[in-house]
Every structure is written in C-alpha cells, then in structure tokens.
C-alpha cells in the first residue's frame, strides 16, 4: 500500500525502515487472502511526488487509460495520476480504513473520469476492469518482492499484457519479464508486450485450456 510523500520527505532508507517491519509483523497473520497474507502488502511506503508522476510518463498514460493502482493504500499515487492526466483512475486496497481515506482525499471527476476505490484483494482485479480495453489499462503496482514475484501476479497480469496493456513497477520487480524501459534515476521499470520473450510464448501455449478458463472466468473481455 503506497502513499504520497514530498520528494525531500521520502528515502529509500525511510521507505524499508516502514516497509520491513510490517512485513514481519503479519509473517504469521492468520487473516488470509488469496495466495497470501496481510505480509504480501506494507502500509505507510512513502512515495514521492516526482515518482508517481515519472510512473505515468513511463506507463504513457492517456486520458482514455485507465489506471489502475494495486495496493492503492490512501490513494495519493491515482489521485495525483487523476488530477494530473485527468484519467479514470481505480485504486485497490485490502485495508479498509486507508481506501475510506482515499475516497475522502478525491478529486472531483474530470471529464466524467472518476478516481474510484474498491476495498479488495488485488486478484480480484478482473472483475473490477471487465469490459475495460485492455489496451488502456495501466496497472502500477508498489509491492513488496515476495508479492510482485509471485506466479500468480504473472498469471493475473500475463492476459492483460499480452492484450496491450502496461504494467509499471516502483522499487521492487517481477524476475519473470525483461523490462521493456526503464527509469533508472527513480527505480521504476514498464512491462508490456515487448517484454515477453520466446519462453513466454511456450509457456503460455502450455497454459492452454486454463488460459481460457482464466478468461471466460475473470475477464471475459479478453481474447
């Protein structure tokens, strides 16, 4: 769960001084979501203000995206995206009291875009994007390693990304895609279609009968 900070509010040495003892602290929390604990997210990671908007320059996201931020936390990250582009922007927290928070410090839609937050577990995605090009979606994510690598992050966002939309990670990055930019001053990488190499093409024909049952499941808008 990221939130906004200032640029000289933040560090690298204040965001793991938060983030860690977090983690540990829910190792063994017996409150579970799909594929995880409450240790798959870390409250309070500062982000700053130059971060979040270098991470929609990266993810080029346009008026007509949809950008959707995973672990939302407050929702400082989408509501600067949706105050500065003027997107649809959907923040996804599993913490009650911070997407409460978030949905108070929101913006007014601009064009009939709105910044809309969902009190949820971040593989419940799909269902909150059907219907949704996946050529416009833009999905950040802030997590913590243990999450971002998982298998089934991959398989949640593979269909997406196959389809056209980007994926933009901040400090902590999947080991399964090759990025396909990068901004290194700020440690954040873009994953798209062009980060899928020939080993992804045979593994995802090997998914075979569960891709499309992932599909017609969770997003049957996609192909």
């Not at 056209?164 to 990025?179: E, F």
Request: proline letters at 5%.
């Amino acid at each position: 769960m990221a939130s906004l900070a200032a640029a000289q509010d933040s560090s690298d040495s204040d965001d793991e001084a938060h983030f860690w003892p977090f983690a540990e602290a829910f190792e063994d929390d017996t409150q579970t979501y799909p594929y995880g604990t409450l240790s798959a997210v870390a409250s309070h990671v500062t982000t700053p203000r130059e971060t979040a908007l270098a991470a929609a320059r990266l993810g080029d996201v346009a008026r007509d995206d949809v950008f959707v931020d995973l672990g939302c936390g407050v929702g400082a990250v989408t509501n600067l995206v949706h105050a500065t582009v003027g997107c649809a922007c959907l923040g996804l927290d599993c913490c009650e009291a911070e997407v409460a928070a978030a949905r108070r410090a929101a913006a007014p839609p601009v064009d009939g875009n709105a910044a809309t937050y969902v009190t949820c577990d971040l593989f419940d995605m799909p269902r909150h994007v059907a219907g949704v090009e996946a050529a416009r979606l833009v999905v950040y994510m802030h997590l913590i390693p243990k999450l971002v690598r998982r298998s089934e992050v991959r398989d949640l966002l593979e269909p997406y990304v196959r389809a056209g939309a980007r994926v933009i990670t901040s400090k902590y990055h999947p080991d399964y895609w090759r990025a396909a930019r990068t901004d290194g001053t700020l440690d954040l990488r873009r994953y798209d279609a062009a980060s899928l190499s020939a080993a992804d093409d045979v593994r995802w024909r090997r998914l075979g009968k569960w891709r499309g049952f992932y599909n017609s499941a969770h997003a049957p808008h996609l192909p």
